[in-house]
């Protein structure tokens, strides 16, 4: 069996959605017995270990706060020294991202049944991307994503995977377009995600017909 795989940042929004959507793709076109597809997360070993930038945790408590339903009236002084200084930065990122994850979780699950897919086959735990021989393609969410997967499977120093699969953004293989992607929609609400949603039912055949017409499924 190979593998196609959907890699965005933390193996929640995005890719486990996409990896739904490829699966019932390569059935509708009669390769699940030789094809399937799996998910992963660029960042997930930095987000499980806590390697977050202070830079990327400020922005997730701003945007929190401008949103205006995260905090409390009673919360404004203690968030607006953690965006001064740092200060008790890490609650506050903390407090705002288990309310967006919730989010993210309740909207994508309402998307997948609304569309016919079982959450059952969702992960409970995500999944770091590692390089792996039997993959014949990686589609990342945004460049981003797309610049780590490329490190780590064409690493500057240290042995290279020998078979490296096709790697892109998802946008810009299944469109031949370098300015689509699949943008990150946690925190940003319902309809910021549901578009993005919408983008991968779109995106993930056309990258799945693309990739058999340049025949690289057989």
């Not at 987000?47 to 404004?76: F, H, M, P």
């Not at 096709?166 to 990150?184: C, E, K, R, S, W």
């Not at 946690?186 to 025949?215: C, T």
């Amino acid at each position: 069996m190979q593998y196609i795989e959907f890699v965005c940042t933390a193996n929640q929004g995005r890719s486990q959605p996409a990896a739904l959507m490829g699966q019932r793709h390569l059935q509708e076109l009669e390769l699940e017995d030789s094809y399937n597809t799996r998910s992963s997360g660029s960042h997930v070993d930095d987000i499980v270990a806590g390697n977050l930038s202070d830079g990327w945790k400020r922005s997730i408590v701003k945007q929190a706060y401008d949103r205006g339903d995260v905090y409390t009236q009673s919360d404004e002084a203690a968030v607006l020294q953690a965006l001064g200084n740092g200060h008790g930065i890490d609650f506050l990122f903390e407090r705002a991202c288990s309310q967006f994850e919730d989010e993210e979780h309740q909207i994508r699950n309402r998307m997948l049944v609304a569309n016919g897919y079982a959450l059952s086959h969702l992960r409970n735990r995500p999944e770091q991307m590692v390089p792996d021989e039997t993959v014949v393609a990686v589609f990342c969410m945004t460049p981003r994503n797309f610049e780590r997967v490329k490190d780590i499977y064409i690493p500057t120093t240290g042995p290279v995977v020998r078979n490296v699969p096709v790697i892109a953004v998802l946008g810009h293989y299944a469109l031949d377009d370098p300015t689509t992607d699949i943008p990150d929609a946690f925190g940003s609400g319902h309809e910021i995600y549901e578009a993005a949603f919408n983008l991968l039912m779109d995106y993930v055949p056309k990258a799945i017909d693309r990739l058999r017409k340049e025949g690289r499924l057989q």
